[in-house]
């Protein structure tokens, strides 16, 4: 007979398990990424064998370029003018400029396909792409740490803590090697039971109410692109970009 969880376990597991109803209930990005903090250390909590709360930052570099909403992004920007100091700032858009002179191809690439309906063609045109970008990070990694840690997209605050689902496949958010050590442990448990949220509800959620009709996502590459005015960001996010205008701007620094 197993023994009854412990009363902080238990509670860690029913805050989890009533994720998909609390999500709903947030009024703002900001109530979202507070629920998401919550969680996140819960689940990290019940498996502490997950990397992802011990400085680690594969998910900053190689195939795993950060995806932002508008609203995100929006969030970010404001962190970004608050919080980072001018030289900062120019340092990271000296980062940007330079990715985009090695990959902005492939960045585009990406981008047309973040816009398509979630298929299996989409995850193979993915597979085929990101793997390009093998040798880049994320602009946003200053001295192996994320820059703007409290100001992160919900994707990465995800990581580690969220399964998604994508038709009738359910894996954990995480890098290749937190998948096989998940692999081991519910091999070794016995049940291939999670306690984990579905990343599925939250991005449902910001994209269906803390986005205006008609915007999209993209890399956060190409968000700042987008936001360059002289040495600097703009002073204002811009949620509805014409990034086909954005493109025509940067053409110079393509790759030839």
Same mark, same amino acid.
Request: with cysteine; net charge negative; hydrophobic share 40%.
């Given at each position: ?39 996140? @250390? ?20 190689? @195939? ?33 400029? @330079? ?41 946003? &990694? ?29 894996? #954990? ?48 590459? #190409? ?29 110079? &620094?393509?790759?030839?």
């Amino acid at each position: 007979m197993n023994s009854p969880a412990p009363s902080s376990t238990r509670a860690k597991m029913e805050r989890v398990l009533q994720a998909k109803v609390m999500v709903q209930i947030t009024r703002s990005l900001g109530d979202l990424y507070g629920l998401m903090e919550q969680i996140t @250390t819960d689940v990290l909590d019940l498996y502490p064998h997950i990397a992802c709360r011990t400085q680690c930052n594969t998910c900053c570099k190689g @195939t795993s370029m950060p995806v932002s909403s508008a609203s995100e992004w929006a969030h970010a920007h404001t962190y970004l003018t608050r919080y980072w100091t001018l030289e900062q700032r120019q340092a990271m858009i000296e980062r940007v400029k @330079t990715l985009y002179q090695a990959h902005a191809d492939i960045l585009w690439e990406v981008h047309e396909n973040i816009q398509q309906p979630p298929d299996m063609a989409k995850l193979e045109r993915f597979a085929r792409l990101l793997p390009r970008m093998q040798d880049s990070q994320c602009p946003f &990694l200053v001295d192996e740490k994320c820059g703007m840690y409290a100001g992160r997209p919900a994707k990465c605050r995800a990581h580690g803590g969220f399964l998604f689902i994508f038709q009738e496949h359910v894996q #954990l958010s995480a890098c290749a090697s937190e998948v096989e050590k998940m692999e081991e442990y519910v091999q070794k448990q016995g049940t291939r039971k999670i306690i984990m949220p579905f990343w599925n509800d939250f991005e449902t959620k910001i994209v269906r109410d803390f986005n205006p009709p008609g915007a999209v996502s993209t890399v956060l590459p #190409l968000w700042v692109m987008a936001h360059i005015e002289g040495d600097d960001l703009s002073a204002e996010p811009e949620l509805l970009p014409d990034f086909s205008l954005i493109r025509s701007r940067w053409k110079s &620094l393509e790759p030839n």
